[in-house]
């Protein structure tokens, strides 16, 4: 069974930072593009960064240069750095396959900045 569960939100003051961890199971991150996604209040959810099975990494053009996607093969784990956060970063944050699959969404962890 595929499972994405994510964790590492909270509440931060603007200028702040938070790493999110995505643990998967019933896929190999090291073997499959793995996808941030992120939803808005009132918005439809939408791709923020990937990562490729090779290693290269890509970002929607609002977090370039804050925010970094990474692994850790050995515990089936991919992370979110998100440095220097702007309330507009305010989102409930999931992970997924890239191109995302509807039946692996799971709950998600909410990010609130605060201005």
């Known amino acids: 069974q595929v499972r994405f569960v994510e964790s590492g939100g909270g509440l931060v003051q603007a200028g702040g930072s938070l790493r999110l961890s995505c643990v998967v199971s019933?896929?190999?991150?090291?073997?499959?593009?793995i996808g941030w996604y992120r939803q808005g209040p009132g918005k439809t959810r939408v791709w923020v960064a990937l990562i490729r099975s090779g290693g290269s990494t890509y970002y929607t053009d609002s977090i370039k240069g804050r925010f970094t996607i990474s692994r850790d093969n050995a515990k089936n784990t991919v992370y979110l750095q998100m440095n220097s956060l702007k309330p507009e970063d305010t989102s409930v944050y999931f992970c997924?396959?890239?191109?995302?699959?509807?039946?692996?969404w799971g709950q998600g962890t909410q990010v609130t900045v605060s201005s």
């Open positions: 019933g896929r190999p991150v090291s073997s499959n593009a």
């Open positions: 997924n396959l890239s191109p995302s699959v509807g039946a692996f």
